[in-house]
């Protein structure tokens, strides 16, 4: 018999990317299902066949309800990253709730190095979500996704229309994912059989700086862009003039802070262990968006 495979957060970017991975890799529409806080966003995938579920987060009961019969479910994290611990208190309720409706194996998007030394303002609650699911004693993989290289179009469109890009980064590296390069690889680890317990971390096949990605984009953009180094608390009050919400600055420093410290300076080959094929680099990014930069 089959297993039934539930994917939580169908609807997101990263959801339906994973939706169509499941149904690339051959998995019947009929053993999927998706849950979303808006069951009519995944119309198209009803209509295929896909079972579809509300969900609710906040919903302990209900979320049991919406597990029920799944196999294999991956959490994909939340994104209430409002500082009050929201996201972690839903995310632990996905967890009290899997294990409630017999689910057999949990997958869960997390991130690098969520340790406490994190400058990352919502590192807590991936930390928190990690050890949540290792102490509900079923068989888990957690993916410990890179920076997406889609979140650059939070930042570089306007980088490039003014020619300067603000950070305190330093001279710390990062690595840069493809989002479809996760979807891949979490419909990888949700349809396989396996039930070992395993963490990955998921990333580009490169590390740059700050000015080496400046440096790249401007070649493939063709339009110059200059890199301004500052401390953290220039950078967030350069961000609040500029209009950035609140609540944003506090995690868009922490990036660069982050960053700058040796965070997220780490490339793996996990990308390919799950999926079979190597990670696009992000040249390739630029190149497939040089129009969003130019």
Avoid at 90 to 116: D, E, F, L
């Amino acid at each position: 018999m089959a297993q039934k495979l539930l994917l939580t957060g169908a609807a997101g970017h990263l959801g339906k990317l994973t939706l169509d991975s499941l149904l690339a890799r051959g998995v019947a529409a009929g053993d999927i299902i998706a849950t979303t806080r808006d069951p009519s966003k995944l119309a198209d995938y009803a209509a295929k066949g896909v079972e579809v579920r509300q969900a609710d987060f906040n919903d302990l009961e209900g979320l049991t309800k919406a597990f029920a019969g799944a196999d294999r479910l991956a959490i994909v994290s939340t994104d209430a990253i409002d500082g009050i611990g929201t996201r972690l208190k839903q995310q632990t309720n996905a967890v009290q709730a899997a294990k409630a409706a017999g689910v057999k194996h949990i997958i869960y998007t997390s991130m690098p190095n969520p340790g406490p030394e994190s400058k990352i303002t919502f590192a807590g609650d991936h930390r928190g979500t990690e050890e949540a699911v290792k102490a509900s004693g079923l068989s888990f993989t957690i993916l410990r996704n890179a920076w997406y290289q889609e979140n650059l179009f939070m930042s570089l469109p306007q980088a490039f229309a003014s020619g300067q890009w603000y950070t305190s980064a330093g001279e710390g590296k990062v690595t840069h994912v493809s989002r479809a390069d996760c979807a891949d690889a979490l419909a990888a680890a949700l349809s396989a059989t396996t039930t070992e317990s395993k963490t990955y971390t998921l990333t580009g096949p490169e590390k740059f700086t700050t000015a080496e990605i400046a440096a790249l984009a401007s070649q493939i953009v063709g339009k110059p862009l200059n890199v301004v180094h500052l401390t953290d608390e220039q950078l967030a009050g350069g961000m609040k003039a500029a209009g950035v919400p609140e609540f944003m600055i506090p995690f868009l420093v922490g990036f660069d802070a982050n960053t700058r410290e040796g965070g997220i300076d780490l490339v793996t080959d996990d990308v390919e262990t799950l999926t079979g094929h190597k990670a696009s680099p992000l040249k390739a990014f630029f190149e497939a968006n040089k129009a969003a930069f130019g």
